[in-house]
């Protein structure tokens, strides 16, 4: 059985910083493409930052390009999402997906929380 667990979220000043955990289990990180997304309150779910299959290849959207770096530790079986220069429109719940046989797989999410 597939399962994402996220953590790491939290309430921080803009400016700071924090990083997220996706915990994997129930198959192996390494042999699937990843991604991050995030969901704002009254708003759509959006794709923050997606990771290819062999680790070659990370795109960010472009509200989040040069302060979010994505990353994932196969041993682990762990993806990490480093958020730096947080802004109040970060906020969100953040979730980690993994789409396994058609079957698109959520955690259950963490609060990112950037407010003075």
């Known amino acids: 059985e597939v399962q994402l667990v996220e953590s790491g979220g939290g309430l921080v000043q803009p400016g700071g910083s924090l990083r997220l955990s996706c915990a994997a289990s129930g198959f192996t990180l390494s042999s699937s493409a990843m991604s991050w997304h995030r969901q704002a309150p009254g708003k759509q779910r959006e794709l923050v930052a997606v990771?290819?299959?062999?680790?070659?290849?990370?795109s960010y959207a472009d509200s989040v390009k040069g302060r979010f770096t994505m990353s994932r530790d196969n041993a682990k079986n762990t993806m990490y999402l480093q958020m730096n220069s947080l802004k109040p429109e970060d906020t969100a719940v953040y979730y980690c997906n993994v789409v396994r046989g058609r079957v698109s797989n959520w955690g259950q999410g963490t609060q990112v929380t950037v407010s003075s």
């Open positions: 990771i290819t299959t062999g680790g070659g290849s990370i």
